[in-house]
Structures are given as C-alpha cells and as structure tokens.
C-alpha cells in the first residue's frame, strides 16, 4: 500500500556540490575596483608578483597596516598606498607609470 502524500517526506531542493559556499560577502565593486588597480599598480612598479604581494599582504609601519586592506577601504587608502608604491619603486630604480 503506498504511503499518503501527507506522510511522505519533503524533498529537498537540488543544489550543486561542486558550487563554493563563500565563507564572506563578496567586495562591493567600489572596493573591488581600488583592489584591482592597486594590485596591478603593484606589480607594474615592484618588479613583478613576488615583491608586489609581499608589500601589499605585509604589514607596513608607515601606513600603519596592510596596504591591501588600506587600499580597498577608501579613496583617501588608495592615495596614501599608491604614493608608498611609487617612492619605492624610485628608490630601487623601477619603472614610474602614470
């Protein structure tokens, strides 16, 4: 004898298990924006990836944090990093792009 509908349990809605569950909201695409065009400030004017993630993940006494995180918060972040990128990169001779 087959079981009512009543009785029968709910089925559960499908979903991909290969789809990442993002522990965090996604930047806001101002944020995700300075990120960007710091990053790739970074790598133009550090000499490549290496250098370039290690001061922008490091922390930096002069700017009083992670130039990545100072960055992406503001205006006002992305100036005071953009400015710490070009002096070194004038100090150690690099190429200076505007």
Known sequence: MMPDRKEMPAAR???NPFRRRRPFAPLPPQEAK????ISALAFQLLGGRDPALTFLNGES??????PI???TLSDTGYALVER??????????ERHVK
């Open 13 to 15: 809605a499908r979903t």
């Open 34 to 37: 300075r990120q960007g065009a």
């Open 61 to 66: 006494a002069e700017l009083r944090g992670r």
């Open 69 to 71: 995180a100072i960055a």
């Open 84 to 93: 710490e990128i070009r002096s070194r990169a004038a100090e150690t001779g």
